[in-house]
């Protein structure tokens, strides 16, 4: 079946890939050989799932520029709020999963040019998996209750398309709330969606808190920032 192409917000700059080609991996080997640069997207035509990566150039340190992974999970949430029927929870597990009534349906991933926190990358790319249906020969539902897909969870007609361009203008939406407001705003909504109380510190790490102290695992050690090299490589 043949969909129409996502109509993106005139900000980003829209490329498509096809199957076999991941879009994210395919983002990471371009943003590296300096072909595509901030504002640049990649997309896949994959019918089964919505599989998108946004090229960033952060004018910071890497640390708080990881601020951009729970953004674009708030973004999706919302996406998804927006288009999923009434009452279904939308959920985020860090460090980048995203779950439609308690089922695992997407994820985040997230590459940089450097995994130093104090150093300015030269690019970050942010990427979101979510899948719509099962793939071919990947089963039957419910065999695996703890994973979903969209139409799964009774949103049938949603195509790739449909959810790639609302997603689009939701981070959009979302890096202007950033860059005006700060994280705070960003912090409290994706506190708001996480699951058990999570809350995350300035650098999107994970805080966990006990009677006596909090102790904090880094995001850029639950999620490896330069796997895109060894890929790259093989």
């Avoid at 695992?104 to 690019?123: I, Q």
């Avoid at 089963?139 to 703890?146: A, D, I, K, L, V």
């Avoid at 960003?186 to 909090?214: F, H, K, P, Y």
Wanted: with cysteine; aromatic share 6%.
């Amino acid at each position: 079946m043949l969909f129409e192409d996502p109509k993106f917000p005139p900000l980003l700059t829209p490329l498509a890939v096809s199957p076999p080609v991941a879009a994210f991996e395919h983002a990471c080997r371009l943003a590296a050989s300096q072909e595509i640069g901030a504002g640049d997207i990649v997309w896949s035509r994959a019918n089964d799932r919505a599989e998108i990566a946004l090229v960033l150039e952060p004018e910071i340190a890497l640390g708080p520029s990881l601020q951009m992974a729970p953004l674009a999970m708030v973004a999706l949430a919302d996406c998804l709020g927006a288009m999923m029927p009434p009452k279904t929870a939308i959920t985020l597990r860090w460090p980048d999963t995203i779950a439609i009534n308690g089922g695992a349906a997407g994820r985040l991933r997230l590459a940089s040019s450097t995994a130093a926190l104090d150093e300015m990358p030269d690019w970050l790319a942010i990427g979101i998996l979510l899948r719509l249906e099962l793939p071919v020969g990947g089963g039957e539902p419910g065999e695996r209750p703890e994973q979903t897909t969209v139409h799964a969870e009774g949103v049938g007609e949603l195509t790739r398309s449909l959810v790639l361009q609302s997603y689009a203008a939701h981070v959009l939406a979302w890096l202007d709330v950033w860059s005006h407001e700060g994280f705070e705003p960003v912090r409290s909504r994706w506190t708001a969606l996480a699951e058990n109380g999570a809350t995350i510190d300035d650098s999107a790490g994970l805080v966990a808190q006990s009677s006596s102290m909090a102790a904090t695992t880094a995001l850029n050690d639950a999620i490896d920032l330069l796997a895109w090299r060894r890929e790259q490589v093989a």
